[in-house]
């Protein structure tokens, strides 16, 4: 990027910190076909169920999760490329929720999207001029000095050569197939950019480079992200505030530091405890650490568990969680601003219980057998 290269955000001052996204509410089913007649509807598939979230101006919101547990959707809902079933959805100050395609056409160039996979999002009959350039054209933008001129800039911006400005996206490699859909999502100077695991498809030496890339871009350009990921360090790294979802619900909410160092809900432990990590004594050995296995598999969204979603995979469930929904509150002890979704939390600390917990009683039989 050199001296000369004119950044977006530069043009337009914004107040950091205030609400820029604000999620009520937000619910998506997905109808279930079965039965006689084939199209009668069976059942409904609850993969987005009643989530509230909020995002301030430039800054870069995590959400984490399972594969399946509906972070994806989420993010295809407040980019509007699907229609909620219910809730709203607010940017700055207005409801989008239920907005037609002429009421969303200002706000289209707002809100913008990075795909996961690098190789299906980007059009393989078109040059990179002509992906970046698009939605310039379709929103009738025309920048100083030419839109050819914008997307050079684009590209230096991003880390490719301007001059590849004429190349097709099958002469790039993953990681840079990205920079180029990273390029286009700034094309047209968005406030926010839902970026929906834009590193899980790229091997791991290039996931760096990338998640920099975006870093470099959230800080100097003043953009607000929505980081949809299940890998929970890129996240840490890139996130200043982190939610948790599970099962189409958020159970926990905080920022970097309480979630990492002193998650409450028994799922959030249980997801940090799968990190992969080498931890050192000074005499160089390995030191143990909690290890949570869970029993089971995720339950079916189509019909989830009554009252708290995890309570059937929890060491620490009660009769009370299979009636009760915990609300997404402050705990006692807990900062402001850290939420949690539990009757039942657990001690503020990673490192509060000094067993491993092993829910899955043929890895305990395994283990068992193994040390006989």
């Known amino acids: 990027m050199t001296e000369d290269t004119v950044l977006p955000a530069q043009r337009e001052q914004v107040t950091v910190g205030e609400p820029l996204l604000e999620v009520s509410g937000l619910t998506k089913y997905f109808p279930v076909k079965g039965g006689f007649p ?154 926010l950019i839902v970026a929906d695991e834009p590193v899980s498809a790229l091997d791991v030496s290039i996931q760096a480079q990338v998640v920099n890339l975006l870093q470099k871009v959230q800080k100097e350009l003043g953009i607000a992200f929505l980081f949809i990921a299940h890998d929970l360090a890129v996240v840490r790294h890139f996130s200043q505030r982190v939610a948790v979802m599970y099962l189409g619900k958020i159970i926990e909410v905080g920022d970097r530091e309480a979630i990492y160092n002193r998650p409450r809900h028994p799922y959030t432990h249980a997801l940090l405890s799968a990190v992969p990590e080498v931890n050192l004594t000074d005499d160089g050995e390995s030191a143990g650490r909690e290890r949570i296995r869970l029993a089971g598999d995720v339950p079916s969204p189509i019909s989830p568990p009554s009252g708290c979603r995890f309570r059937t995979r929890c060491w620490k469930a009660q009769d009370k969680c299979a009636t009760e929904e915990p609300p997404l509150v402050r705990i006692s002890g807990n900062q402001e601003g850290h939420l949690t979704a539990c009757h039942f939390p657990e001690e503020p600390t990673t490192e509060a219980r000094d067993e491993d917990i092993v829910l899955d009683p043929a890895l305990v039989a395994l283990e068992e057998g193994a040390g006989e």
């Open 38 to 191: 084939i199209k009668r509807t069976v059942g409904h598939v609850q993969a987005v169920d009643g989530i509230d979230l909020t995002v301030r101006v430039g800054e870069s919101f995590g959400l984490v999760g399972e594969s399946g547990c509906g972070k994806s959707t989420t993010g295809r809902l407040i980019t509007r490329l699907l229609e909620p079933t219910s809730g709203s959805i607010a940017y700055r100050g207005k409801d989008i929720s239920r907005a037609t395609r002429r009421q969303l056409a200002p706000i289209r160039s707002e809100i913008q999207m990075i795909f996961q996979d690098p190789y299906s999002s980007l059009n393989p009959r078109q040059t990179v001029g002509k992906i970046i350039s698009g939605p310039m054209e379709i929103n009738g933008i025309t920048p100083e000095g030419g839109r050819e001129k914008r997307v050079r800039e684009l590209l230096e911006i991003v880390g490719l050569n301007p001059e590849h400005f004429n190349r097709f996206p099958h002469e790039f490699s993953g990681g840079q197939r990205q920079r180029i859909g990273v390029a286009r999502a700034l094309a047209l100077e968005p406030k």
